[in-house]
């Protein structure tokens, strides 16, 4: 992802670099998968275990991990019951919770993004759903598409009980359905902290929508919700303050 960066920089430079870029982001989508993918002819099906919507309105959040963060973050602002979609770091210390710390992969850090929603509105399971589903492919081990390291992992950082067995739950569920070509590799690590990532990773899918990183590879992921997840869906997303 921080090549990327560096090459949208210099894309202002001259036309020619623009054109070079485009082609070897092109190759790279056709070696790695823009997120998950079930086999030919199998829909990825909804958790059979889940939790009940609640009675009355409220607050609860886990930390997803799945490659780079600015895809990760797009889809769940575009996702209904979700209030946020912050970027940030989980796993590692928080003197190490440095975007250019982090990205040397030696942190025990991955990019991860905190989503805070209400449960009377969105159930944990329809969240698992969507993660498992558009915003990464949960098969790639310490890898998410052109990126990759361990900071780029797939991990559920769960915050409860419950959010452990269902998620546990729902992974035997996939791998028992055979619904991938592989095995899932996601963790399930319990919540320790969540460090929010600097500023200028805040909202960066919708900054930039015309940056060839996210055109290639986070863009699609929220086509994909909406095409897959209608009624979950918002036009609008729910972005995050920034100061």
């Not at 991860?112 to 329809?126: A, E, H, L, M, N």
């Not at 452990?164 to 619904?179: C, D, S, W």
Request: charged share 15%; aromatic share 10%.
């Amino acid at each position: 992802m921080l090549v990327s960066v560096l090459m949208e920089g210099s894309m202002s430079n001259s036309s020619w670099i623009n054109g070079l870029i485009a082609v070897a982001l092109s190759a790279a989508i056709v070696v790695f998968p823009l997120a998950a993918r079930a086999k030919k002819g199998t829909e990825i099906p909804a958790p059979a275990i889940d939790a009940a919507l609640a009675q009355t309105s409220g607050q609860e959040s886990v930390v997803f991990a799945g490659g780079c963060f600015w895809g990760i973050q797009a889809v769940f602002q575009h996702v209904n019951g979700v209030i946020s979609a912050t970027s940030g770091y989980s796993g590692g210390e928080a003197k190490t919770a440095d975007y250019e710390v982090v990205s040397t992969g030696r942190t025990g850090h991955a990019e991860s993004v905190k989503v805070v929603f209400d449960p009377s509105q969105i159930t944990y399971g329809q969240l698992l759903h969507v993660f498992f589903s558009v915003a990464h492919d949960p098969t790639e081990l310490n890898r998410q598409g052109p990126d990759e390291g361990s900071q780029y992992r797939s991990v559920v950082f769960y915050s409860s009980p419950d959010q452990l067995r269902i998620t546990k739950a729902y992974i035997e569920q996939l791998n028992a359905a055979h619904v991938f070509k592989h095995e899932i590799v996601t963790q399930l690590v319990p919540l320790k902290e969540f460090y929010p990532a600097e500023a200028y990773h805040q909202n960066y899918a919708t900054v930039h929508p015309d940056s060839m990183y996210i055109r290639f590879n986070d863009a699609p992921k929220v086509e994909n919700l909406k095409k897959d997840f209608p009624q979950m869906y918002r036009e609008s997303p729910n972005l995050v303050a920034v100061k």
